[in-house]
């Protein structure tokens, strides 16, 4: 299917500087064709922008004058051109129904708009909202409930306890609701201990191929409304991520931490258990929370790698800083200088 | 179904100072109502429990006096605790035999007590132990022997050569027995070294949603009795892990590394290959275990975060730690202090 | 199925010192058997060289005197045992044609000499070449292209937008081509930007057990032939990996970022977005990379851990660099010593 550009500058509030009866059906990078709409979001990419051949760049106010095409201008194009590609690239059509190879447990609720997939299971008391999409080997279990137009793509498996809301997607191989790591020690060994809370995840909210999500120990497990969580992320028991949060992947999150909204968390983070991190925090890929965080910024820890061989000389110095402080001040005390008054700990 | 507190003192070996005919149904936080049991493992939760509606709480004698409703007294409350919500809280009982969309080869033997769920595969020559789980899409592979009790929830893999004990619990998306990582160089690419090892996985373990445990290259890979690990785990090839250890999610163990007996690893630790990690070795989250520990203990090497500015001025001191080595000996000649004997190395 | 000796100095081109008609049928380390063939890399294994009941050792020429039995005498014997252990131990053989239970598109051309193992889903208009396996539960998405030779083992998700070569071997759980993590911000919340691109895959690629490959956003995610994925990896978006590259398992890749040829990556290690990643880069394990390295060779950043009481003491250390630095230059000054040339930016 094809859209003019005039109608996609009145649908998505651009203002056009081209020929508004120009079609395209594709969205595409600055080298894409004249039946593409691309997008520049800084002046990084001028030099691409003047050479595009595309049929139109979504961009800022700014970069318009540059622009070789047509150009959709609007104060936010990274939006904008998402919202363009949402449209010329919708997610397929569902085949409303339950194939013949699902089983759908016949106490189960599923609105006649969803579509089940082949081999899919529907526990009882499941409740399937209108035009939801259980894909396939996707396991919904007893009593879950999955809102309107949530998609479960490829084996997804949502265990009983699990509430997941509207307009969700769900990618391939992601856990919600399987029990946490919860242990008693006795002795040498382990008592485990049930979990017996759920998951609550809200309206539109993403969950990334192989993440997991785990069941509360005793109250829920909680992902707020417009969450994002890319591949491989760990969510453990009685985790709260807040509202519009956004997590990068293979970042785990342990027991009972609570994470406050707008936050943006970089990949490969770890963030300890039972800590409190307020709204808009930032923390960089990679990083290790151990303490809570209440001042909305920007937080770090990262190491970037060095050569190997004077990688190792400087850990060798790190491991003798205990000892360096010790010479430091020795060799103060013989100049006649401090006690250094920022530093009286040592 | 319920108990009475009474029942409860006297299977669980606790004092109970209340009412034994008080009926209880369920586990909850101090939060709860009249029905349900909760517990406090320690003084931080006085306040709370001093407010708590709840029918009784499991806690250690010193607390005892401070519990405003039936207490259930022992030593261990946690554990105690976890032995009651598994009874309160069973597993969901077992509808032995096998589905009918289950795919089970006639030389398999799986005990009339067992329950082959629905899409599951069994291969030849499986054993299943009496009153165990082969959950939905859980596949089996030729010749796995899977003990008493066991439940694979949904989607289990167990590639051949691989040997589950009784009692064990594998969720959702776990893999055990898939091939390690072995190449061998050739000029500049790379041949596969079959993995013909296999793996061998103790009673009472629980493994956790989409952990990968690699089969052996030509030995076994080894997970002892009573072992825990959490969701996102991989364990590598020819690995040995100690009988009640238990590991925290998105930890990585390199191949051949031997964990010693009642470890505990933090999430999101590292552990390099070919190591010995002894007995009662405790590695906080995030750490890198690059050498062999020997000496039971608490090991660390988070960096936790700062605010992002001061962090990236910290890492370029660190980074030039070599330089300042230079500088504080120069110092110290000239103040005529040192060698440092305790830093010789610098 | 046995081999002789003889037959395999022939066929892999070794010297052997000893008797050609004696057969072996598997292999296994230096404590195995008379019927089974293993290898010395390293002389850190003389010992059990000497010691060995083997029928055969494959080892370089310099260790072929200390054999006490037959020696396969290879100038690369690691790669040469890999090759005698896939000839010992072949991968099992296929039995072509389509399980009752996998649903095949009529459009699908599933070659004549491929599997099609049990629920297994081939979309419309896929293309499975010769002698491959769609193992139980693997899903190909429409219009994917599989090459000749290549297995899906168990439970493989490969989403539409993905062409995987030939001879490849991809492991259970593993999921490529599932969508990027891609969101435009708008006030407090997220638009998702729809990810068009795919995933290219070349020949002779491994992936391993719930390793993630996203499709691009706009252009292509490419691993090239060769390449060596270990388990539980993610790569983002447009990221391309080079021919021959090796990376280890729980690396994270973020991305756009492009890594070159021959590298290899340990276990553990993040690479931030964007970057270029030079041929013939070696990372060690856990290390952290944020920004492009383009000379070859070896780089580190991992910190190994400390006994825990000593670590808080460090970090508190590294935490205060920054005062550090203002107090040895205080005493430089006071010594007379300096500027420090070697780091005038303090």
Same mark, same amino acid.
């Given at each position: 299917m094809t859209w003019s550009l005039g109608e996609l /500058?009145?649908?998505?509030?651009c203002e056009l500087r081209g020929d508004p009866s120009v079609r395209v059906d594709s969205v595409a990078t600055l080298g894409g064709g004249p039946g593409s709409v691309g997008f520049v979001a800084s002046t990084t990419y001028r030099t691409a922008l003047r050479a595009t051949n595309l049929g139109a760049v979504v961009l800022e106010p700014a970069l318009a004058d540059e622009c070789p095409t047509a150009a959709l201008v609007h104060r936010n194009p990274h939006a904008t051109f998402a919202?363009?590609?949402?449209l010329l690239h919708?997610?397929?059509?569902?085949s409303p129904g339950i194939d013949a190879t699902a089983l759908v447990d016949s106490s189960a609720q599923?609105? /006649?708009t969803a579509q089940v997939g082949a081999f899919a299971i529907v526990g009882a008391g499941c409740v399937i909202g209108p035009r939801s999409f259980i894909g396939p080997y996707s396991m919904v279990g007893e009593g879950v409930v999955v809102g309107a137009d949530t998609r479960l793509l490829t084996r997804v498996t949502l265990c009983s306890g699990t509430r997941i809301g509207a307009r969700c997607i769900l990618h391939p191989g992601s856990v919600v609701g399987s029990d946490g790591f919860g242990n008693a020690r006795d002795g040498d060994g382990w008592v485990k201990i049930p979990q017996v809370g759920g998951v609550n995840v809200g309206d539109d909210v993403e969950i990334g191929a192989n993440t997991t999500v785990d069941r509360g120990a005793l109250g829920d497990t909680v992902i707020e409304e417009g969450v994002r969580l890319d591949n491989q992320i760990q969510v453990a028991h009685n985790v709260s991520i807040g509202a519009h949060t956004a997590i990068a992947a293979c970042t785990g999150i342990a027991g009972s931490t609570r994470i406050g909204r707008r936050c943006m968390i970089g990949g490969g983070t770890g963030i300890g258990g039972q800590l409190t991190i307020g709204d808009d925090?930032?923390?960089?890929?990679?990083?290790?929370v151990t303490r809570s965080i209440e001042k909305p910024g920007l937080y770090s820890s990262v190491i970037p790698v060095e050569e190997a061989r004077l990688w190792r000389r400087i850990v060798g110095r790190i491991k003798r800083l205990?000892?360096?402080?010790?010479r430091i001040r020795k060799l103060e005390t013989a100049a006649g200088i401090g006690p250094a008054g920022q530093e009286n700990d040592d």
């Open positions: /500058a009145v649908r998505f509030g919202r363009i590609a949402s919708p997610m397929p059509n569902l599923v609105d /006649a925090i930032i923390i960089t890929g990679f990083g290790m205990d000892l360096w402080a010790a």
